[in-house]
């Protein structure tokens, strides 16, 4: 049986987290301080203490879920040995340190970067994000490439686990869908609280910022493979995984089909790195009989 570690994205933060690490760990604190270092605000007083709103910010949140992942994996020290990673759109960034992809400040340099390009794209383009619930995935895509052909821009954008699918795009566009899906069977269609249309074209400002930054920074050997968002299949060329990082931006999370693919390839336990359980519940609607725990 092999040892899968899945990491999460945006959503998973909250008030507090990361402050029992903090203090129960002298690695831990010592990596939190760096990160406040590095970001130049210490935003380990953010986590700790902010509220849901300031948490909610895509600047904040992005390097908040990242810090609590990584830290945490670095907490599990000899326990920790993967055979292989996973991350959840931003959490790919998490993925990466744990397997020795990126150094720990060059990722965090990464995941600012990307938040803060994500943001002034969202602010470009005002957008949003909608969950579609208990409806074919062919459906859905067929309803959103019509809106698309007719002028509002809408994709799918998180193939999160059966029978659940996140579409992307112009707020009109947006709207629209959620009507025509409900009037196609589908049991909810229910806008997110998200800044923007992330994994969506609409995101293309962000992923010219991001490839400039990811093209100078070192990536090095992985000590496992990556399962990418982009390709949903296994990846170890650093090359590659630089590609795959810059596509994510703009591109689908298929979800379901990275977790199908590493159950296939022999994962028997997936445990999760970082805030939350929203990736446990993901994988256990993939597969029933697979393990899920906490680290």
């Known amino acids: 049986m092999k040892f899968a570690y899945i990491f999460p994205g945006q959503g998973s933060q909250y008030s507090g987290m990361g402050k029992e690490l903090y203090d129960g760990s002298s690695l831990a604190k010592n990596l939190f301080e760096r990160a406040n270092s590095i970001l130049g605000y210490r935003i380990t007083d953010i986590m700790f203490n902010g509220s849901e709103e300031d948490l909610r910010q895509t600047k904040i949140t992005q390097p908040s879920i990242f810090l609590h992942s990584v830290v945490l994996a670095a907490t599990l020290g000899v326990g920790f040995k993967p055979d292989m990673v996973a991350g959840h759109s931003l959490g790919e960034f998490s993925a990466l340190v744990a ?9 965090l340099n990464l995941v600012y970067k990307r938040a803060m390009a994500m943001q002034r794209a969202c602010e470009i383009n ?3 994000m909608a969950a579609i619930l208990n409806i074919d995935d062919k459906i859905v895509e067929d309803i959103c490439k019509e809106i ?13 686990c059966p029978g659940q699918l996140v579409i992307s795009g112009s707020k009109e566009g947006i709207s629209i869908a959620c009507e025509k899906l409900k009037a196609a ?8 609280p998200v800044g923007g249309a992330f994994h969506s074209p609409l995101m ?3 992923k010219l910022e991001l490839e400039a930054a990811i093209n100078s920074t070192r990536f090095s050997n992985p000590i496992c493979p990556v399962y990418q968002n982009v390709t949903a299949s296994a990846v170890s060329d650093p090359n590659l995984i630089k590609k795959n990082l810059v596509a994510q931006l703009t ?3 298929r979800w379901t089909q990275t977790v199908m693919q590493m159950i296939s ?6 445990t999760e790195i970082g805030p939350g359980k929203v990736l446990q519940g993901l994988v256990k609607k993939v597969n029933s009989s697979i393990e899920t725990i906490s680290a």
């Not at 698309?148 to 999160?160: F, I, K, P, T, W």
């Not at 049991?187 to 997110?192: D, H, S, V």
Request: avoid cysteine.
């Open 251 to 253: 591109a689908p999370v």
């Open 185 to 192: 069977g589908a049991k909810r269609a229910i806008e997110l």
């Open 99 to 107: 397997n020795k992809t990126l150094e720990f400040e060059d990722a």
């Open 204 to 206: 293309e400002p962000a």
């Open 126 to 128: 005002p957008s949003t």
């Open 265 to 270: 390839d022999g994962a028997g336990s997936f």
């Open 148 to 160: 698309s052909d007719n002028g509002n821009v809408v994709v799918a954008a998180n193939y999160n």
